[in-house]
């Protein structure tokens, strides 16, 4: 459902280095260049639980968004074969002056509904997320986890085939988690595809049999989760000790 062929992500710096932007686009005299991703290639078939380990700067969430196709590569080619659902950050796509209600209703039309199937969908949207009255309160009263509950609920409702995490679920309490385990684990079940990411390792071996171990925008290790998170955990503590 996911094939990855050769992909690489450019990052530019303005001289100051205050500002990252991605592909070559955007390359200006004067700017400093980083690759976020080199050459990375995968496939992630129907059924199957991905998860990015590595260092914090590893290129793990750069790799979510190119998924996701808010990054396009430089070099290489993604494909992505199913509905996209994807949670890349806690505030991603809400507009704080705006209510949970609101904000529900925008982000299905951003994700491909439409308007009317959105607004259709808001009396389960509210019930999902569980926010109650605060469904009705800007979100910017909202705590970290309540803004995950309704983006969650929100790319429940659009039944995406490929479910993108990116460290989201961690933010979570623990109810609202356990929901999130289940209904990652039931769309693998179904045949759908979930890629995660974030520092919780137990939760994403729950979450994924498998495994790709990232550092400097490269794939160092693929395989099943165990022997992945080993892989890395071995480097980790050479790196302290070395």
């Not at 094939?3 to 390359?27: L, Q, S």
């Not at 190119?66 to 991603?92: C, K, Q």
């Not at 290790?221 to 980790?236: I, T």
Request: net charge neutral; aromatic share 8%; charged share 25%.
């Amino acid at each position: 459902m996911i094939r990855a062929e050769g992909v690489g992500i450019h990052f530019f710096f303005d001289r100051h280095r205050r500002v990252v932007t991605p592909n070559a686009a955007h390359f200006r005299s004067g700017s400093s260049e980083v690759w976020g991703l080199r050459r990375v290639s995968f496939d992630i078939s129907a059924g199957e639980g991905m998860a990015l380990i590595g260092r914090s700067g590893s290129g793990k969430t750069t790799l979510l968004r190119t998924l996701a196709g808010v990054y396009a590569p430089d070099e290489g080619r993604v494909f992505v074969n199913g509905r996209v659902a994807s949670l890349l950050s806690i505030d991603a796509g809400l507009l704080p002056l705006l209510t949970g209600r609101e904000n529900a209703l925008l982000l299905g039309v951003l994700a491909g509904l439409t308007r009317a199937q959105s607004k259709r969908a808001l009396r389960a949207v509210k019930e999902r997320s569980a926010l109650g009255d605060a469904f009705e309160y800007p979100v910017s009263a909202y705590s970290q986890g309540m803004r995950a509950r309704l983006g969650f609920a929100v790319a429940e409702e659009t039944e995406p085939r490929i479910l993108l995490l990116d460290e989201v679920h961690e933010a979570l309490d623990h109810e609202f988690r356990t929901i999130v385990q289940e209904r990652a684990r039931a769309l693998v079940e179904s045949g759908g595809v979930v890629v995660a990411t974030g520092h919780d390792h137990p939760l994403l071996e729950q979450l994924c049999g498998r495994a790709i171990y990232l550092e400097a925008g490269a794939v160092i290790g693929d395989g099943p989760f165990k022997a992945v998170q080993q892989a890395y955990f071995g480097d980790v503590e050479a790196g302290m000790h070395g």
